[in-house]
């Protein structure tokens, strides 16, 4: 056993140079919580704290003397509150507890170890709900275990028992009947195989009528290439019968275009005679005597496809990795069949077919709907996971979007966009951001790697002061955009877009030798917005703050608030609220703790009641922060567009003195810009989108990036971005349409942002 501790040397890259052994099982202790493993004599086990400064509590049962050199900390059955109930259950027999991690530990710090015998692990990440006026967010601890015996073809543990446990070998495949109700799980064992999945409604089958899933009726009715979970998550058959629907997504790739392989295509490219999967389903549905096909309209679960140039279709190795499935639940009764594609001349299965594993489960059981992330191509992978207010939103609404890994409403049943619009134009509306990534970052050389990481001069920030920065990588392409806190002298909270922020902000205080710790507060902290002119008058009568605190009324524009709201059971809700939004209203964005969520959302909308409060969902914030002239990500800017061609430029004042990524490369965009971001004012009524293409004659001089119908300005806006040769306000240009050419939109250049350029509701 072997710790490896310390100060990361200056120059190196931290936590992104480790690279994660796919052989490798890992799990994750999510701050705050507990994951339990079991380890067979001589794995080594490596257990790492990635972003630094988190302890950690080994419990292990089945050791009969020590483990390495680690020192034993106080038995399980001394620190009751330590462990949970739950962890005490699986580990059964009498434990022995490791104290992981000091608190100067650096982001990487692993500890590892190697089993002397059968042992039953439980990490714990201790933690407790961090308060939103503090920064003591518990974070993730990861084990990896090398196993002894290294061998492929290990499946995941199961969700829950099964009904069915299904090996379908390489190269083959079975047939399986299911109940309307249960859930089909599709495993890919060792990553990147295909497989072909069909399914035919039990009871048509019996009366002589062969209905199975059909792709092209699919494709149509759920208007997407393949279904996903969330709203639109159904396969049907030609009759238009929903057969399944898809309740979790782990890879995010597959076809539904091409036939299953067959015995053609080896033909063809010089194979004769080759298994393929046609032929495999045909053998295995014989028994319920449905026809053989000469190829099979099968939903190719993991095969990567694509429309390449010349409107082709291409494809290349799976995206899946070890363990990744596809979670479906049968809406009738079904006869099933599920091939492992025998595909091994071309990248279809990476060269190597491989084993599927398939499991049923009983329709009893309840999972989660959810599509995973990875934060980087290393990262464990995420679920979809529901925010603090969902329990309300979903009260409320089905029309849920999955949203950089949250479940966010798109509007909601009582009104719909419009109405939602003009309420938080005219009244004031609540809307959930709790999918915004939040950072907190502390230490001695924090205002140092915050001054070095983002556009903006920090050192002008000021305690209980917010602002608005860029994040650029040093080519000049932004990183993403974001808000930055100063909490205390030494304490800044980030809140962005995106999770690699923080690993981007860890490898640089590495780089540079600071000390400054860099934790992920996401979970810890999810957040309302209030916007629209009422919303101070709804803020007003339930937040109470400290003398030493502005209230509601003092509350000044980018500023933030430290207080507590009142819910409607006299209990006090711990709250950070500060002067921001997304709107172009005068609004507060409402910081709590998770925990808290249901409480907050209650208080609000029984204060704003009396006020015509309004849900918002994001089809009405996307059309109001177009109208304010706000930059979304992906759109407004990616990695290949400087701040300056954002429309952000602001954000970046010559006048900072102090080095910060980028600066070289944006003070030559400054000087030689090449692009601009405009406002256009479209003539017509016909429908503009993002990437609609921008002509002056027959040249492209550039694209859309957001637009939306205004319902204040009665007619379509855009925000575009220009050549800056033909970007001057009175201009005129034409959207292409079709091919670009057959078709154009004539559009004016006015100045942006369209509604309220003097920011005057802003800064009431």
């Known amino acids: 056993m072997n710790i490896q501790l310390g100060t990361i040397p200056p120059g190196s890259t931290g936590t992104a140079a480790r690279r994660i052994n796919p052989a490798r099982l890992r799990h994750v202790a999510q701050g705050g919580g507990f994951v339990s493993f079991e380890l067979k004599p001589g794995d080594r086990a490596h257990i790492i704290d990635p972003e630094g400064g988190q302890p950690g509590l080994l419990v292990v049962a089945g050791l009969d003397g020590p483990l390495g050199d680690l020192t034993p900390a106080p038995a399980p059955e001394a620190q009751p509150d330590a462990v949970p109930e739950a962890a005490r259950a699986f580990l059964g027999a009498p434990a022995v507890a490791f104290a992981l991690f000091p608190p100067e530990a650096v982001p990487g710090s692993a500890v590892n170890l190697t089993a002397p015998a059968p042992l039953r692990c439980v990490l714990i990440a201790p933690g407790g709900p961090m308060d939103p006026a503090a920064q003591d967010a518990p974070t993730d601890l990861i084990v990896e275990i090398e196993p002894a015996a290294p061998s492929s073809g290990t499946v995941p543990p199961p969700l829950a028992e099964p009904t069915l446990d299904l090996r379908i070998r390489a190269a083959s495949a079975s047939a399986y009947e299911v109940k309307a109700g249960d859930y089909i799980q599709i495993i890919d064992v060792d990553g990147q195989q295909c497989s072909d999945f069909l399914a035919f409604d039990a009871a048509k089958l019996r009366s002589g009528r062969e209905k199975g899933l059909d792709p092209t009726t699919t494709r149509t009715l759920m208007g997407s290439a393949s279904p996903g979970p969330g709203l639109h998550s159904k396969y049907f058959d030609e009759d238009q019968t929903a057969l399944v629907e898809v309740i979790r997504d782990t890879v995010g790739r597959h076809d539904t275009f091409m036939l299953a392989c067959n015995a053609k295509y080896y033909d063809d490219m010089g194979y004769p005679g080759h298994d393929n999967c046609t032929d495999n389903f045909n053998r295995a549905l014989a028994p319920y005597g449905i026809a053989p096909k000469m190829g099979w309209p099968a939903v190719n679960f993991f095969y990567n496809t694509f429309v390449s140039p010349g409107d082709r279709i291409g494809m290349d190795e799976p995206w899946s990795r070890p363990g990744d499935y596809v979670l479906l639940r049968a809406l009738t009764d079904l006869v099933c069949a599920s091939s492992s594609c025998a595909d091994d001349i071309d990248a279809s299965n990476a060269w190597h077919p491989t084993d599927i594993h398939v499991r ?352 204040t300005l009665g007619h379509i806006i855009a925000l575009a971005r220009l050549d800056v040769s033909v970007a001057e306000a009175g201009g005129s240009v034409e959207i292409g349409k079709l091919d670009g050419h057959a078709k154009r939109i004539t559009a004016s250049i006015v100045p942006f942002p369209h509604y309220d350029p003097s920011k005057s509701r802003v800064r009431a």
């Not at 009104?415 to 939040?438: H, T």
């Not at 993403?480 to 205080?509: P, Q, S």
């Not at 209990?571 to 409480?599: K, Q």
């Open 360 to 711: 049923v489960y009983d329709g009893a059981n309840s999972f989660s709907r959810g599509i995973a992330h990875r934060m980087t191509p290393d990262s464990a992978p995420r679920l979809t996971r529901e925010t603090a207010f969902h329990a309300r939103t979903s009260a409320l609404t089905r029309k849920f979007s999955e949203y950089k890994g949250f479940w966010l409403p798109d509007c909601f049943n009582a009104g719909g966009p419009i109405e939602e619009y003009w309420a938080c134009r005219e009244r004031a509306v609540v809307m959930d951001l709790s999918a915004l990534r939040k950072f907190e970052i502390l230490g001695p050389d924090a205002e140092r790697l915050v001054q070095l990481a983002v556009t903006r001069d920090i050192r002008k920030l000021a305690v209980g002061q917010v602002v608005y920065t860029a994040l650029c990588y040093e080519h000049g392409g932004m990183l993403d955009d974001g808000t930055v806190f100063r909490l205390a002298e030494n304490n800044f909270r980030l809140v962005c877009g995106d999770d690699y922020c923080g690993v981007w902000l860890r490898e640089l205080a590495a780089k540079h030798g600071l000390h400054a710790v860099v934790k992920s507060s996401t979970d810890q902290l999810h957040n309302l917005a209030l916007q629209g002119p009422k919303s101070r008058d709804i803020l007003r009568a339930i937040l109470t703050t400290p003398a030493h605190q502005p209230s509601a009324d003092e509350l000044k524009w980018f500023r933030f608030t430290i207080g507590k709201v009142t819910s409607e059971t006299g209990a006090d809700i711990p709250v950070m609220v500060s002067r921001t939004g997304y709107t172009g209203e005068l609004g507060f964005e409402i910081w709590c703790h998770p925990n808290r969520g249901a409480e907050l959302w209650d208080a609000i909308i029984t204060a704003g009641a009396p006020h015509g409060l309004e849900p918002l969902g994001l089809l009405a914030l996307d059309m109001v922060r177009i109208e304010a002239g706000l930059a979304f990500a992906g759109y407004e800017f990616c990695d290949q567009t400087d701040p300056f061609e954002a429309g952000i430029g602001f954000t970046v004042p010559a006048s900072k003195e102090d080095d910060f990524v980028g600066k070289a490369a944006l003070a030559r965009r400054r000087e030689h810009p090449s692009k601009k971001l405009v406002g256009l004012a479209i003539a017509s009524n016909e429908p503009v989108g993002h990437g609609d293409p921008i002509f002056n004659g027959r040249a492209q001089i550039g694209v859309v990036t957001s637009a939306t119908r205004s319902p």
